[in-house]
Nanobody, 132 residues
Framework: QPQLVESGGGLVQPGGSLRLSCVGS????????IGWFRQAPGKAREGLSC????????YYADAVKGRFTISHDGAKNTVYLQMHNLNLDDSAVYFC?????????????????????????WGQGAQVTVTA
């Protein structure tokens, strides 16, 4: 059973940086869609960045474009989200997610891929709080 364990959340001042990590077990990160989502209190879960491990396209939501970077390390079975220039609106619980591309996701554009209902395996969530 695939599992994801997140780390790296915390408290940061506006303008600061954090890197979230998401370590996977029970699978090999070779043919997967990977994504990062977040959910603030009272708001829907939003897709921040998604890509496949075999494709070249990457999606970033407008709110994070130019500030966040998604990456993965197949040897470590780990997905990362590097976040720079954080602001108050970035405060939320952040979730990593994966889904095998064998479930009909191969070849889908990254922007279309980045919907929560495309992903069935989720991390436990990491709280990111940006506060002055």
């Amino acid at each position: 059973q695939p599992q994801l364990v997140e780390s790296g959340g915390g408290l940061v001042q506006p303008g600061g940086s954090l890197r979230l990590s998401c370590v996977g077990s029970g699978f090999t990160l070779d043919y997967y869609a990977i994504g990062w989502f977040r959910q603030a209190p009272g708001k829907a879960r939003e897709g921040l960045s998604c890509k496949s491990t075999v494709g070249t396209g990457t999606y970033y939501a407008d709110a994070v474009k130019g500030r966040f970077t998604i990456s993965h390390d197949g040897a470590k079975n780990t997905v990362y989200l590097q976040m720079h220039n954080l602001n108050l609106d970035d405060s939320a619980v952040y979730f990593c997610a994966i889904q095998t591309l064998e479930d009909g996701l191969h070849g889908i554009a990254a922007a279309t891929l980045c919907r929560a209902d495309h992903f069935h395996t989720w991390g436990q969530g990491a709280q990111v709080t940006v506060t002055a």
